[in-house]
């Protein structure tokens, strides 16, 4: 979903302001930084702000945070979490479906987006797939190749409201030496990778 191959010399990629509709999460996916269905994984030292959870898994597959059971057993803490760490095999796990169907939902969504109409430029495997050192507008972005932050900080710009859509169908890799930057008042809330 992070596709614009348009090479600018700066690294920097710019156009037109797209309207791209907000993809629609619900109100408990809306509730996660992370919600997985098949696992998450860290290399420490990442950080996480927000609450993260698997399922219908269970905790085994969130591996890299030394999670820390709380003694309610309804969630976990990591140092590398700013937030709760839920797991369909802890107490209360259950509530985690309404979840991920709401994040099914919203996966079919951004998976229907069309990568072309993101100001008539072709959106496809940015970068050869690596977006570190770049600067993302708002758009729909395609990739049918690994995509990875591993040459820089990775900057999205743009305003409150807009959207950015990430799709790929492979893995997302960032170096732990990399950040990624959200500028000109762009929302992580509005930033979705499918």
Same mark, same amino acid.
């Given at each position: 979903?992070?596709?614009?191959?348009?090479?600018?010399?700066v690294?920097?990629?710019?156009?037109?302001?797209?309207?791209?509709?907000?993809?629609?999460?619900?109100?408990a996916?809306?509730?996660?930084a992370?919600?997985?269905?098949?696992?998450?994984?860290?290399?420490?030292?990442?950080?996480?702000?927000?609450?993260?959870?698997?399922?219908?898994?269970?905790?085994?597959?969130?591996?890299?945070?030394? /999670? =820390?059971?709380?003694?309610?057993? %309804? *969630?976990?803490?990591?140092?590398?979490? $700013?937030?709760?760490?839920?797991? @369909?095999?802890?107490?209360?796990?259950?509530?985690?479906?309404?979840?991920?169907?709401?994040?099914?939902?919203?996966?079919n969504?951004?998976?229907?987006?069309?990568?072309?109409?993101t100001?008539?430029?072709?959106?496809?495997?940015?970068?050869?797939?690596?977006?570190?050192?770049?600067?993302?507008?708002?758009?729909?972005?395609?990739?049918?190749?690994?995509? /990875? =932050?591993?040459?820089?900080?990775? %900057? *999205?710009?743009?305003?409150?409201?807009? $959207?950015?859509?990430?799709?790929? @169908?492979?893995?997302?890799?960032?170096?732990?030496?990399?950040?990624?930057?959200?500028?000109?008042?762009?929302?992580?809330?509005?930033?979705?990778?499918?």
């Open positions: 979903l992070f596709l614009l191959s348009v090479a600018v010399m690294n920097v990629i710019k156009g037109a302001s797209i309207n791209v509709q907000p993809v629609e999460l619900g109100n996916a809306g509730d996660f992370i919600l997985a269905k098949t696992g998450i994984s860290t290399v420490p030292k990442s950080t996480v702000t927000g609450n993260i959870a698997v399922s219908p898994i269970t905790s085994a597959a969130i591996t890299g945070f030394s /999670l =820390i059971i709380d003694s309610s057993d %309804t *969630f976990a803490t990591s140092t590398q979490v $700013v937030g709760k760490v839920k797991a @369909s095999d802890y107490t209360d796990g259950s509530n985690l479906i309404t979840a991920v169907g709401e994040m099914k939902a919203a996966y969504d951004a998976a229907g987006r069309d990568t072309t109409s100001n008539g430029i072709n959106n496809l495997n940015l970068g050869g797939g690596e977006i570190g050192g770049k600067t993302l507008t708002s758009g729909v972005y395609t990739f049918d190749v690994d995509v /990875l =932050i591993t040459n820089g900080d990775l %900057t *999205f710009d743009g305003g409150e409201d807009d $959207v950015f859509i990430i799709q790929t @169908s492979k893995n997302v890799k960032q170096a732990g030496s990399t950040s990624v930057i959200l500028s000109g008042g762009a929302k992580a809330e509005n930033i979705f990778w499918e």
